[in-house]
Nanobody, 127 residues
Framework: QVQLVESGGGSVQPGGSLRLSCAAS????????MAWFRQAPGKQREFVAAINWRSGGRSYYADAVKGRFTVSGGAAKNTIDLQMKSLKPEDTAVYYC???????????????????WGLGTQVTVSS
Protein backbone atom coordinates (compact mmCIF):
# COMPACT_ATOMS: atom_id res chain seq x y z
CA GLN A 1 0.00 0.00 0.00
CA VAL A 2 1.40 3.38 -1.01
CA GLN A 3 1.38 6.18 1.55
CA LEU A 4 2.51 9.78 1.21
CA VAL A 5 3.32 11.68 4.38
CA GLU A 6 3.91 15.42 4.42
CA SER A 7 5.74 17.41 7.08
CA GLY A 8 7.02 20.91 7.66
CA GLY A 9 3.95 23.11 7.56
CA GLY A 10 3.34 25.92 10.03
CA SER A 11 2.82 29.62 10.49
CA VAL A 12 5.16 32.32 9.26
CA GLN A 13 5.11 36.07 8.73
CA PRO A 14 5.04 37.54 5.21
CA GLY A 15 8.49 37.39 3.68
CA GLY A 16 9.42 34.34 5.69
CA SER A 17 10.41 30.84 4.63
CA LEU A 18 9.22 27.30 5.18
CA ARG A 19 10.32 23.91 3.90
CA LEU A 20 7.87 21.10 3.22
CA SER A 21 8.85 17.48 2.84
CA CYS A 22 6.99 14.46 1.54
CA ALA A 23 8.02 10.84 1.74
CA ALA A 24 6.37 7.97 -0.08
CA SER A 25 6.37 4.43 1.22
CA UNK A 26 5.44 1.34 -0.72
CA UNK A 27 6.96 2.24 -4.09
CA UNK A 28 9.17 4.63 -5.98
CA UNK A 29 8.24 6.87 -8.91
CA UNK A 30 11.28 6.62 -11.16
CA UNK A 31 9.13 6.77 -14.31
CA UNK A 32 6.61 9.26 -13.05
CA UNK A 33 6.25 12.39 -10.96
CA MET A 34 5.84 13.74 -7.49
CA ALA A 35 4.18 17.10 -7.02
CA TRP A 36 2.83 19.69 -4.62
CA PHE A 37 -0.67 21.11 -4.84
CA ARG A 38 -2.41 23.53 -2.51
CA GLN A 39 -5.96 24.38 -1.60
CA ALA A 40 -7.07 27.57 0.09
CA PRO A 41 -10.48 27.84 1.77
CA GLY A 42 -13.24 28.18 -0.80
CA LYS A 43 -10.90 27.59 -3.73
CA GLN A 44 -10.05 24.68 -5.97
CA ARG A 45 -6.91 22.64 -5.48
CA GLU A 46 -4.15 24.16 -7.59
CA PHE A 47 -0.80 23.00 -8.90
CA VAL A 48 2.29 24.40 -7.19
CA ALA A 49 5.34 22.46 -8.40
CA ALA A 50 6.43 19.04 -9.59
CA ILE A 51 9.40 16.90 -10.46
CA ASN A 52 9.16 14.52 -13.38
CA TRP A 53 11.70 11.73 -13.22
CA ARG A 54 10.76 10.38 -16.65
CA SER A 55 12.25 13.58 -18.10
CA GLY A 56 15.39 13.28 -16.03
CA GLY A 57 14.30 15.06 -12.89
CA ARG A 58 13.13 18.27 -14.51
CA SER A 59 11.10 20.60 -12.27
CA TYR A 60 7.95 22.52 -13.12
CA TYR A 61 6.33 25.47 -11.33
CA ALA A 62 3.12 27.43 -11.27
CA ASP A 63 3.60 31.03 -12.35
CA ALA A 64 2.46 32.25 -8.92
CA VAL A 65 5.41 30.62 -7.16
CA LYS A 66 8.14 30.74 -9.80
CA GLY A 67 11.27 32.37 -8.41
CA ARG A 68 10.14 31.97 -4.80
CA PHE A 69 9.67 28.22 -4.41
CA THR A 70 12.16 25.46 -5.22
CA VAL A 71 11.20 21.81 -5.56
CA SER A 72 13.73 19.02 -5.15
CA GLY A 73 13.56 15.26 -5.21
CA GLY A 74 15.48 12.55 -3.46
CA ALA A 75 17.81 10.16 -5.27
CA ALA A 76 15.57 7.23 -4.43
CA LYS A 77 12.73 8.95 -6.32
CA ASN A 78 10.25 8.60 -3.48
CA THR A 79 10.69 11.93 -1.70
CA ILE A 80 10.03 15.52 -2.66
CA ASP A 81 10.75 18.76 -0.82
CA LEU A 82 9.42 22.26 -1.37
CA GLN A 83 11.52 25.19 -0.20
CA MET A 84 9.30 28.25 0.05
CA LYS A 85 10.77 31.74 0.36
CA SER A 86 9.33 35.25 0.28
CA LEU A 87 6.01 33.85 1.42
CA LYS A 88 2.90 35.95 0.90
CA PRO A 89 -0.50 35.84 2.63
CA GLU A 90 -1.96 34.44 -0.60
CA ASP A 91 0.27 31.36 -0.17
CA THR A 92 -1.85 30.37 2.82
CA ALA A 93 -3.38 26.97 2.09
CA VAL A 94 -3.27 23.29 2.85
CA TYR A 95 -0.39 21.87 0.85
CA TYR A 96 -0.74 18.34 -0.53
CA CYS A 97 1.87 15.97 -1.84
CA UNK A 98 0.86 13.90 -4.86
CA UNK A 99 2.51 11.16 -6.86
CA UNK A 100 1.88 9.13 -9.96
CA UNK A 101 3.95 6.37 -11.48
CA UNK A 102 3.19 7.06 -15.13
CA UNK A 103 1.80 10.57 -15.55
CA UNK A 104 2.58 12.28 -18.85
CA UNK A 105 4.01 15.77 -19.01
CA UNK A 106 0.89 17.34 -20.46
CA UNK A 107 -1.06 16.17 -17.39
CA UNK A 108 1.48 17.20 -14.78
CA UNK A 109 -0.56 20.18 -13.54
CA UNK A 110 -3.87 18.33 -13.32
CA UNK A 111 -4.73 17.09 -9.84
CA UNK A 112 -7.13 14.44 -11.12
CA UNK A 113 -4.29 12.68 -12.94
CA UNK A 114 -2.43 11.74 -9.75
CA UNK A 115 -3.11 8.38 -8.14
CA UNK A 116 -1.61 8.97 -4.71
CA TRP A 117 -2.13 11.78 -2.22
CA GLY A 118 -0.99 12.76 1.23
CA LEU A 119 -3.31 14.14 3.89
CA GLY A 120 -1.93 17.65 3.60
CA THR A 121 -0.10 20.12 5.81
CA GLN A 122 -1.27 23.62 6.70
CA VAL A 123 0.79 26.66 5.72
CA THR A 124 -0.34 29.99 7.14
CA VAL A 125 1.28 33.28 6.17
CA SER A 126 0.09 36.12 8.34
CA SER A 127 1.38 39.09 10.26
Amino acid sequence: QVQLVESGGGSVQPGGSLRLSCAASGRTFSSGSMAWFRQAPGKQREFVAAINWRSGGRSYYADAVKGRFTVSGGAAKNTIDLQMKSLKPEDTAVYYCAADASIILSSLRQAEQYDYWGLGTQVTVSS
